[in-house]
């Protein structure tokens, strides 16, 4: 029987005025109904992946019954193009690619090339990168820089082969994660970042290794709780492992000091190494909620715009692009979603006020869809 856990019940309802009425230039300085602008925008280019991490692609879910979107289905690289041109518009200064793997995204180059090109309200280059398991980035790292990307981010869960292929599902080894980093750093793609998301009693054990090995290198190795995302990965509160473990277990090994945010809206606290030899990120997504600064919006493969990542729903911009709205119709759209925008769901994790939306029992968008 061929499945579809993901998308996503049905578009919201676009606000009156999004449809066409009262339609505005972009201000360039949106901000939603908890008074936080639009300042990210993440955007999934393919809901696939050579990878089945047990977290986010479980393979008896994702099997080979699973229907991925058809191609007809996808936002074309044109029409990302131009979303993504109208969301700067409208605020955003940084833009991060991810998926599936959008790496298997056909001609991603000639999308990177097209996005570097765009500037921000403040006419500064856009802070563009992007989230790939690094399985392509030996072979394509130059090509990537040589379009445009200033920076990448890795995901490498495990050090230790044999868990790597576990945790991967689809037998990649970790040899061929580093090669990639290491291509990537040699192309120039800085500042690297390494996650792992860690699951207690799965790749705990592999916390100290991980750190000694990105230890003193240029590369900054996050720490990620893994999160009650989607609904196909079975989470349970008892794999979190708290980022304050991940810290005393490092620190056991190598003593660490607090080092102050980069900015307001860092999702990660910073931790340097007390003998200089670089710093650590952790990202308490489960443990410590950090809405009130969550300035991200979310396009997805197929062009809904999601306010959160644990959002059931999402406002389908791809159908407004297609009936030929005009740009100015379409900043208007996004400017009435995310004046909209009141969701705050970590936050408001296990307690009553979790809206309908985003409760457990609803059928939250999955990780591979909407991209982290
Ligand atoms: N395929 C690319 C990759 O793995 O980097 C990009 C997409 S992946 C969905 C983005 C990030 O989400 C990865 O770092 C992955 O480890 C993380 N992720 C997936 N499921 C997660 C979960 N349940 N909790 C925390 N992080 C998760
Ligand atoms: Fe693929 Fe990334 Fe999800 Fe792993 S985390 S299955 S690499 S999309
Ligand atoms: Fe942002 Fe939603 Fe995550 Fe809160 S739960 S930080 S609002 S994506």
Redesign the pocket.
């Known amino acids: 029987m061929s499945r579809r856990v993901i998308p996503v019940a049905d578009a919201r309802t676009l606000p009156p005025e999004a449809a066409g009425a009262a339609v505005r230039p972009p201000s360039g300085e949106v901000v939603d109904a908890l008074a936080r602008p639009l300042h990210d925008l993440r955007i999934s280019v393919t809901d696939r992946c050579n990878f089945r991490c047990v977290y986010c692609m479980p393979r008896e879910v994702f099997d080979k019954n699973y229907q991925f979107l058809p191609h007809a289905a996808l936002l074309s690289l044109e029409e990302i193009e131009r979303l993504a041109r109208l969301f700067v518009a409208q605020g955003v200064t940084k833009i991060r690619l991810t998926g599936g793997e959008p790496l298997l995204r056909k001609n991603i180059e000639f999308l990177i090339e097209r996005l570097a090109t765009l500037r921000t309200v403040d006419g500064e280059p856009l802070d563009l990168t992007l989230t790939t398991n690094g399985s392509l980035l030996a072979r394509k790292a130059r090509a990537l820089r040589d379009a445009g990307l200033t920076r990448v981010t890795v995901s490498l869960d495990a050090l230790d082969d044999t868990l790597f292929r576990r945790m991967n599902d689809a037998d990649f080894a970790v040899a061929d994660v580093l090669d990639g980093i290491e291509a990537a750093q040699a192309v120039g793609l800085a500042p690297l970042k390494v996650n792992m998301v860690v699951k207690r009693g799965t790749n705990d054990a592999e916390i100290v290794p991980m750190a000694r090995h990105f230890r003193g290198s240029d590369v900054t190795l996050r720490f990620i709780e893994y999160m009650d995302v989607g609904t196909s990965n079975g989470w349970n509160m008892t794999e979190v492992l708290p980022s304050a473990d991940v810290v005393a277990r490092i620190a056991e090994h190598f003593p660490l000091v607090p080092l102050e945010p980069h900015s307001a809206a860092e999702t990660a606290q910073r931790w340097g190494y007390a003998d200089g030899a670089g710093e650590i990120g952790v990202i308490s997504?489960v443990t410590r909620?950090?809405?009130g600064n969550?300035t991200?919006a979310r396009l997805s493969t197929e062009g809904k715009l999601y306010l959160?990542?644990?959002a059931s729903m999402g406002y389908d911009l791809r159908t407004i692009v297609r009936n030929g709205a005009s740009d100015d119709a379409i900043s208007t759209a996004i400017a009435r979603i995310w004046a909209g925008r009141a969701?705050?769901?970590?936050?408001l994790r296990g307690s009553a006020a979790v809206p309908a939306d985003t409760a457990p029992e609803a059928r939250r968008i999955e990780m591979s869809y909407i991209g982290g």
Not at 343 to 347: I, K, N, P, T, W
């Open positions: 997504s909620a950090f809405c969550c991200r959160c990542l644990f969701d705050r769901y970590s936050q």
